[in-house]
């Protein structure tokens, strides 16, 4: 017997009005990435919320087009708000259990951008390669 | 990890990549309660970060704040935190033990001198020369001032540590005292708590591998960016408190509708800790979200402060004075306790709805 077989009615008292306050959190760093190219991100680990606030949360936001999984100490959700530009982003660890959880405004997250350093490397590690096939051939 | 690695270097060994870097950094500058767009700067600090060497003393305790560490979820943050430090001395953790053990200690305080962490969990007795504690031979007392001196910072880790604690409550048979009364010319933390939350202990450990320093601390030795806020201010329950809605038992209506616990004894509203919002058991919930009011125990003397089911607003008279002029009242005041204690029992029967295994499964 798992736990949601357990007959429990939890009562929801409503929520405390901190959903409310980051989406209007979000609609100005929506702006900011508009006008400056900039966005940012709302840890939601500093914010007290019910489960009413992330009803409220998911209900808005929805979900959009671009789900995609990064896997780098354990696995990371990124998964696209219905409202493009935002995007959850939930760091799990190896046991997925949640790390941390953000919700990151921005045109792309920057988890998903490949380091520029790994980049030259991976360049790198490509001319050698390339340069391994001419000699052999 | 030897002493001269960097910690980008000890983790790209372990085979994590640059992406699992900055998911690193971004789940330590959460830890640390810092904005999230200081996990670049975070990356930064900890990619050229030194692994320090920290010696953990235990002393009156009951090992619960090393457990709340070990055992906080792993792989984790904390693990990697924790294997980012050279932790050269901890008796219950290390393989050593006896006169090999104590070497150990000596040896890291020679060797790094002036820039060790010193860790403390438990109360230190100093009644009758501190004769109540001892390791291999040594007073509880002289081995925190000896490893003190050595030491960059100290950092008291729990209630007992940071005040005294357990051992600290009346009539306090062993003389126990904090670190702080005993530690004065060292930088001390206090990370209290009973235990402390895992994260909160990590979070100091990783703001000091980040920034070399000790994070800002309140007028009683504690991180501002954990102990900043109490938990009514950051409890989902509060909205509740601000209209009224309190459980008056816990199985009545109000209880079942997650009203506010004040009534209950919550200590909520004068205790400074970070639960409401980091949390337990990898963020999942916390004593008021599971229904019990919080029990202050981050709090000086939590112990003393009268009983843990009333209110706050209940004039608490301690255990003085006031009891023995009560015990001396005799029969009387004994029979008004008792008529007192039937009424709250009639009027918790009266509360008290019965629940049917049918009920609950609807």
């Not at chain 2, 390791?135 to 910072?153: F, K």
């Not at chain 2, 938990?231 to 601000?242: G, K, M, V």
């Amino acid at each position: 017997m798992g736990l949601d077989d357990i007959g429990v009615h939890v009562v929801h008292g409503g929520g405390n009005g901190n959903g409310r306050a980051l989406l209007n959190e979000v609609a100005r760093l929506l702006e900011k990435l508009l006008q400056t190219g900039e966005g940012g991100s709302i840890d939601l680990a500093g914010m007290p919320l019910s489960g009413e606030d992330y009803d409220l949360l998911d209900d808005v936001l929805g979900e959009g087009e671009v789900h995609a999984e990064v896997t780098a100490l354990g696995a990371t959700e990124v998964i696209e708000a219905g409202v493009p530009g935002v995007w959850w982003i939930t760091h799990y660890n190896a046991a997925e259990e949640v790390m941390a959880e953000f919700i990151e405004v921005a045109f792309c997250p920057e988890i998903l951008q490949s380091p520029p350093e790994d980049v030259k490397e991976g360049l790198e590690a490509l001319r050698a390669r390339l340069l391994e096939e001419h000699l052999s051939g | 990890m030897s002493r001269d690695e960097s910690l980008l270097e000890f983790l790209k060994q372990r085979g994590i990549t640059r992406r699992g870097f900055l998911k690193f950094c971004a789940a330590t500058a959460s830890l640390m309660a810092l904005p999230p767009s200081m996990a670049q700067g975070v990356a930064a600090a900890l990619a050229q970060a030194r692994r320090p060497s920290v010696i953990w003393l235990s002393f009156q305790e009951c090992t619960g704040c090393t457990e709340a560490l070990t055992r906080s979820h792993a792989p984790s943050i904390e693990d990697l935190i924790f294997e980012a430090i050279s932790l050269d001395y901890h008796h219950t953790l290390q393989a050593a033990s006896g006169q090999g053990a104590e070497r150990a200690r000596e040896q890291a305080m020679r060797e790094f001198h002036g820039r060790y962490l010193l860790l403390v969990d438990g109360s230190i007795p100093v009644k009758d020369g501190g004769v109540y504690s001892t390791i291999a031979g040594m007073s509880n007392l002289d081995m925190l001032r000896e490893a003190a001196q050595g030491a960059a910072a100290v950092v008291s880790i729990g209630t007992c540590a940071a005040y005294g604690g357990l051992p600290h409550a009346a009539p306090n048979p062993t003389g126990a005292a904090a670190v702080a009364d005993i530690i004065t010319d060292r930088p001390v933390v206090n990370i209290p708590g009973c235990p402390p939350i895992p994260t909160v202990i990590t979070g100091v450990l990783a703001h000091y591998l980040t920034f070399g320093r000790l994070p800002e601390l309140d007028a009683l030795g504690r991180p501002k960016v954990f102990y900043g806020d109490t938990i009514h201010d950051r409890c989902y329950r509060r909205p509740f408190y601000d209209q009224g809605k309190f459980a008056h038992s816990f199985d009545d209506e109000g209880a079942r509708n997650g009203w506010c616990l004040y009534e209950l004894g919550c200590k909520g509203p004068t205790t400074y800790n970070a639960c409401a919002t980091t949390k337990w058991n990898a963020g999942t919930s916390f004593p008021i979200q599971s229904g019990h009011g919080c029990i202050g125990c981050s709090e000086p003397n939590f112990w003393d402060a009268g009983g843990l089911y009333k209110p706050l607003s209940t004039p608490y008279a301690g255990v003085g004075p006031a009891a023995a002029g009560a015990i001396a009242a005799g029969a009387v005041t004994g029979a008004a306790i008792s008529l007192h204690n039937r009424r709250k029992r009639t009027r918790a029967r009266a509360e008290h709805q019965r629940a049917t295994v049918k009920d609950l499964e609807k």
